[in-house]
Nanobody
């Protein structure tokens, strides 16, 4: 497991943007696949996006395609989730996660073994 710390959450109006960061002290971060999940009040945690070790492969939840972009800067041991055109339905606690294995185009919580503590994103209408 690797330590992960999210930041960048906050309150934003619908249509606005936020950039979430996921930082780690793990120097072998480039050996890890990184993902983002979110959990809305009263709902289960759900997959949002994933990026491969080298950043060449990315997959997204259908409802965020074209609005969210996942990226990473391994030299900074940091991953990002750029969120544009935010909607109230995007509200929730956002978690970053990491794993050494690649599972293709379909991802679930069980595929990841390292998690951050989460950062709150609230989108007002």
């Amino acid at each position: 497991q690797v330590p992960l710390v999210e930041s960048g959450g906050g309150l934003v109006q619908a249509g606005g943007s936020l950039r979430l960061s996921c930082a780690t002290s793990e120097r072998t971060f480039n050996e890890y696949v990184m993902g983002w999940f979110r959990q809305a009040p009263g709902k289960e945690r759900e997959f949002v996006a994933v990026i491969s070790w080298n950043g060449e492969l990315t997959y997204y939840k259908d409802s965020v395609k074209g609005r969210f972009t996942i990226s990473r800067v391994d030299a900074k041991n940091t991953g990002y989730l750029h969120m544009n055109m935010l909607k109230p339905d995007d509200t929730g606690v956002y978690y970053c996660a990491a794993t050494r294995r690649w599972y293709g185009s379909s991802w679930s919580e069980e595929d990841f073994d390292s998690w951050g503590q989460g950062t709150q994103v609230t989108v007002s209408s």
